[in-house]
Nanobody, 120 residues
Framework: QVQVVESGGGLVQPVGSLRLSCAAS????????MGWYRQAPGKERELVATITTGGSSNYAESVKGRFTISRDNAKRTVYLQMNSLKPEDTAVYYCNADVVDSFAVNRKLWGQGTLVTVSS
């Protein structure tokens, strides 16, 4: 089964740091863009950051300078380093990956989400 699974969420105090990981598994022929989205209580899901196969990244204005997205293609993993966290960063964070599976089908994978809570 082709899937992505997030890990690394939890409770952190304001101005603290947290690192999220997202690992892909299954019969995947090629990875394209990967990214992180988040959904806070009562709000719509929003883009946090994306990264292309070549390493070009894009960030939401609200996280620029604080979050860093990276990927390890050999490990099929994308990371989100979150620094200087604020209470408004509290949300469920979802990993997304655009892949081509072994049947040459383009697929958009979503993880189950990992909760990040920023609170003192």
């Amino acid at each position: 089964q082709v899937q992505v699974v997030e890990s690394g969420g939890g409770l952190v105090q304001p101005v603290g740091s947290l690192r999220l990981s997202c690992a892909a598994s299954g019969s995947i022929f090629r990875f394209n863009a990967m990214g992180w989205y988040r959904q806070a209580p009562g709000k719509e899901r929003e883009l946090v950051a994306t990264i292309t196969t070549g390493g070009s990244s894009n960030y939401a204005e609200s996280v620029k300078g604080r979050f860093t997205i990276s990927r390890d293609n050999a490990k099929r993993t994308v990371y989100l380093q979150m620094n200087s966290l604020k209470p408004e960063d509290t949300a469920v964070y979802y990993c997304n990956a655009d892949v081509v599976d072994s049947f040459a089908v383009n697929r958009k994978l979503w993880g189950q989400g990992t909760l990040v809570t920023v609170s003192s």
